[in-house]
């Protein structure tokens, strides 16, 4: 009796090892799942930063080298349009420019308002093609009109006060002298009575309405004294200094026909590569103006380009 009993409980005991060793084994596999899950997901994880790391890294490789390409562009003229140019190991950029000035309204868009005080200038004279100004032989001119078409409107920083503007024209004389002859206007009537500004003359068919709030037509034969007579073949026109007065403006120019503005310098478009990156940068480099100070002073060049006031 005492045998079957022991017997007996043997074999319950046996039985409930068993039955641990399932639970167990269940109990193991699912900490094995749940950390090959977590190795996985680590796994992921760094890879996906490695990932994005490097892409970073690239994309600020690929800056750098349009930036370079920028000043390439800047510091020399001789620019090769489209083509991929070697800046560091597996870095490249490519160079595209287009002209600032000819036909239509320079600039083309309204980018920055001009403040009160500053000065916009728009050259009528080429440059080479190291940018640097070239004055016509005495007999010969570039822009060949007595006209120019001149746009300003109202910025966001005085949107209720009508502007007004000043025009300083520099031109060569009949001796080849530079020389600068001024005058204003004045789209508030009651203000031309104290300032003596001219008043803004409103003509159809400008390419100035589109955008722009005032325009004037400037006549270079009368706006600005006998001095300044464009029949005369011997004097040209070099450049117009235009100042907003009273608000700050957008300011834009455009050539009457028909002449057209020549090139007022370039706009420059550099694209830097670095692996599946890509970084573009658009930079407008006008060509270089007279400092302010010019402004206030008759000066010329002679041809070792000696200035004299």
């Known amino acids: 009796m ?3 009993r022991q017997t007996g409980k043997k074999n319950q005991q046996y039985s409930n090892l068993k039955s641990n060793d399932g ?3 269940v109990l193991m596999l699912l900490i094995m799942i749940v950390g090959l899950t977590v190795g996985l997901f680590l796994v992921g994880r760094t890879t996906t930063d490695i990932a994005v790391s490097t892409k970073i890294a690239e994309a600020t490789r690929a800056f750098n080298a349009a930036e370079a390409g920028v000043e390439e562009a800047i510091r020399t003229s001789a620019i090769t349009q489209n083509s991929l140019v070697p800046f560091a190991s597996g870095a490249s950029y490519s160079l595209a420019t287009n002209d600032l000035g000819g036909a239509g309204i320079y600039p083309p868009s309204k980018d920055v308002a001009f403040k009160v005080g500053n000065s916009f200038t728009a050259w009528l004279v080429q440059h080479d093609g ?3 100004l070239t004055i016509p032989a005495i007999g010969t001119k570039f822009y060949n009109s007595n006209f120019l078409d001149i746009c300003f409107t109202t910025s966001p920083t005085t949107p209720a006060v009508v502007p007004g ?3 300083t024209v520099y031109y060569r004389d009949a001796t080849g002298l530079i020389k600068s002859a001024y005058t204003g206007y004045d789209g508030v009537a ?5 300032n003596h500004f001219r008043p803004l003359n409103v003509l159809a068919g400008s390419v100035c309405r589109v955008n722009y709030n005032y325009f004037v037509r400037v006549n270079f034969n009368s706006d600005f004294g006998s001095s300044l007579d464009l029949a005369v073949a011997s004097i040209a026109l070099v450049a117009v200094r235009i100042r907003p007065v009273y608000a700050d403006t957008y300011i834009g120019v455009s050539a009457f026909s028909p002449a057209t503005l020549p090139k007022q310098g370039i706009d420059i478009v550099s694209t830097g590569n670095v692996g599946e990156s890509t970084r573009k940068i658009q930079v407008k480099e006008p ?3 007279p400092a302010p100070f010019m402004d206030s002073a008759i000066y010329s060049t002679d041809p070792n380009s000696n200035i004299s006031k």
């Open 165 to 167: 503007i000043t025009v």
């Open 190 to 194: 009651a203000r031309v009575l104290t």
């Open 2 to 4: 005492k045998a079957t």
């Open 23 to 25: 639970q167990m084994l």
């Open 130 to 132: 190291s940018g640097n």
């Open 287 to 289: 060509y270089l103006v």
